[in-house]
């Protein structure tokens, strides 16, 4: 029997509903260990909100104001819709479980916040960075120029085998999106040859380690990673999301900035890209070249690098109405 079921719904609280909720959840969808730690997190705020109460006492307007304080709090925008969907299924599960028992979720709205201004970096900072980079080591050089050229998201980059790379070293080609959609991806004359550079490295080294390398080198992950790689398993050089967001980091503490991280430089990218294509070339046309070199599935998503920041919006007003004398 369904571990609610036995329960009076008067007695429920959260944290039970909670727990078979996520006991569910693994059982019926296949979610991992990871998944059910941050769903019970997200949630956590939830409880410590309303200090745990019984799941009949909650109404739509407490779950209202919670999402409000959430906002004030600070939360992003993908942070926020998380927490709504996953506060939205769990009622939806308690609901299909007890009798009698209707979703307060259908009376609350998803809250809508502005998109906070993309975290592009400064056109000086972007000189610091390649400094940095050109005195660093081949890998770290590469990651970074193709960061800052391509756009490619950080699991993109992780996921790159040698066999995306295109036999002029051009373009990576089939590189999978978000969505299971894929995309062909530019390599701007500059980064290929430092990317040139890199592989000779990559190729020397895996050539050393590996004798089973020759004959597998196209299954090779592009970024390699020597931790815990094991000789003919190509899948165990793959280097993982964490330690391409430690690179990264670790370039940007040793160039002076503050603040780097892998979708910073990809936010550059497609800002700086944006900025410079042709002042006649129409709007809808500069969206869709951000668009597809991005991979993003939607233009409303590119839309988000046309938003002007706060200084920006008060100088244009202040230069159109700022003057006392504008009529005469």
């Known amino acids: 029997m369904n571990a609610l079921a036995v329960k009076d719904m008067q007695k429920l ?9 996520g006991d569910e959840y693994l059982a019926q969808y296949g979610g991992n260990q990871h998944t059910h730690r941050a769903k019970k997190r997200d949630l956590s705020y939830l409880i410590e909100a309303l200090g745990d109460p019984s799941i009949a006492s909650i109404t739509p307007s407490e779950l209202q104001h919670f999402l409000k304080t959430r906002i004030i709090s600070g939360d992003a925008p993908a942070t926020l ?15 299909a479980t007890l009798d009698n028992y209707k979703s307060p979720m259908r009376y609350v709205r998803r809250p809508i916040i502005p998109n906070k201004p993309v975290s592009k970096l400064s056109i000086d900072a972007i000189r610091k960075i390649k400094i940095a980079a050109l005195h660093s080591d081949a890998r770290t050089k590469a990651i970074i120029h193709i960061g800052l050229s391509t756009g490619l998201r950080r699991d993109e980059v992780v996921g790159l085998d040698y066999s995306h790379l295109s036999k002029d070293y051009t373009h990576l080609n089939s590189v999978k999106c978000k969505h299971d959609r894929f995309r062909n991806v530019y390599i701007p004359t500059a980064s290929r040859s430092i990317l040139m550079e890199y592989l000779v490295w990559r190729h020397d080294q895996l050539f ?14 592009l970024f ?8 003919g398993q190509p899948e165990s050089y793959r280097m993982s999301p964490e330690t391409l ?3 990264v980091k670790r370039l ?3 160039a002076g900035v503050k603040v780097l991280h892998p979708h910073m430089l990809r936010d550059t990218f497609a800002q700086h890209l944006l900025d410079t294509l042709p002042h006649h070339m129409s709007p809808g046309k500069a969206l869709r070249i951000v668009q597809q070199s991005l991979g993003h599935a939607s233009v409303k998503t590119t839309m988000k690098y046309t938003n002007q920041d706060e200084t920006e919006i008060a100088e244009a007003i202040e230069k159109a109405w700022g003057k006392d004398d504008l009529f005469g």
């Not at 609280?13 to 909720?21: I, M, N, P, Q, R």
């Not at 050393?208 to 992950?221: A, C, M, T, V």
């Open 224 to 231: 390699v990673s020597f931790w815990k790689a094991k000789a």
């Open 13 to 21: 609280d959260v944290t039970d509903a909670l727990s078979a909720w």
């Open 252 to 254: 940007g503490d040793k």
């Open 81 to 95: 819709a998380r927490r709504y969907d996953n506060i939205k299924r769990l009622f939806t599960y308690v609901s």
């Open 208 to 221: 050393k380690r590996d004798r089973y390398y020759r004959g597998k080198r196209d299954n090779y992950p």
């Open 245 to 247: 967001y430690r690179i």
